[in-house]
Nanobody, 113 residues
Framework: VQLVESGGGLVQPGGSLKLSCAAS????????MSWYRQAPGKGRDMVAA????????DYVDSVKGRFTISRDNAKNMVYLQMNNLKPEDTATYYC???????WGQGTEVTVSS
């Protein structure tokens, strides 16, 4: 299993970023996928999750209405569109395959003026 995140960076408050996760080494289209984040000095928390077919989405309350998780099963990709970013969204964001307890290396997001 390999999960490779990209798309992080520095953005001003109110800005947007789109994170991508390229998945390989497993049958992507039958598994639920998640995004987690870990802020400096804090634990790793779930941000969003998506079912195998993309029909069921879950979000932590703090990102509802601002973040959108999606997937492209033809490309083995999962995405996290982040809008109206806030300083408290600053964290390392990880792609996660729950059934295999597999993590990507993470991509850093910094929201600061």
């Amino acid at each position: 299993v390999q999960l490779v995140e990209s798309g992080g960076g520095l953005v001003q408050p109110g800005g947007s970023l789109k994170l991508s996760c390229a998945a390989s080494g497993f049958t992507f289209d039958i598994f639920r996928m998640s995004w987690y984040r870990q802020a400096p000095g804090k634990g790793r928390d779930m941000v969003a999750a998506i079912s195998a077919d993309g029909g069921s989405l879950d979000y932590v309350d703090s990102v509802k209405g601002r973040f959108t998780i999606s997937r492209d099963n033809a490309k083995n990709m999962v995405y996290l569109q982040m809008n109206n970013l806030k300083p408290e969204d600053t964290a390392t964001y990880y792609c996660y395959l729950p059934t295999r307890n597999a993590w990507g290396q993470g991509t850093e997001v910094t929201v600061s003026s």
